[in-house]
């Protein structure tokens, strides 16, 4: 499996931005199709953004399309979430996934590899 770092999260105001990064190590990072997620305290881990293996196709939730932007650098073993325009319903444990699979996933289960989280925060 490829292990993952997050990085980036913070606390930041309502209407502000934040990246969040992931770097992976162990196995060839182009391989894996990666994806966000996130989760909220009492809420279940819930699907953010997806990306391919090469990068030329993405997919994202309804609630954050448009503000969020997924893309990779595969040169450099690292997948990037910028976050846009946030909203304090943005507040939440953001988890990095990767797997070994041909096409985008949205479903948590469909992934083997995860990082530990990076916490954002976002006030009103």
């Known amino acids: 499996q490829v292990q993952l770092v997050e990085s980036g999260g913070g606390l930041v105001q309502a209407g502000g931005s934040l990246r969040l990064s992931c770097v992976a190590s162990g196995r060839t990072f182009s391989m894996y199709v990666m994806g966000w997620f996130r989760q909220a305290p009492g809420k279940e881990r819930e699907f953010v953004a997806t990306i391919n293996r090469s990068g030329g196709s993405t997919n994202y939730a309804d609630s954050v399309k448009g503000r969020f932007t997924i893309s990779r650098d595969n040169a450099k073993n690292t997948l990037y979430l910028q976050m846009d325009s946030l909203k304090p319903g943005d507040t939440a444990v953001y988890y990095c996934?990767?797997?070994?699979?041909?096409?985008?996933?949205?479903?948590?289960?469909?992934?083997?590899?995860w990082g530990q989280g990076t916490q954002v925060t976002v006030s009103s």
């Open positions: 996934a990767a797997d070994r699979r041909i096409t985008i996933a949205t479903r948590s289960y469909d992934y083997e590899s």
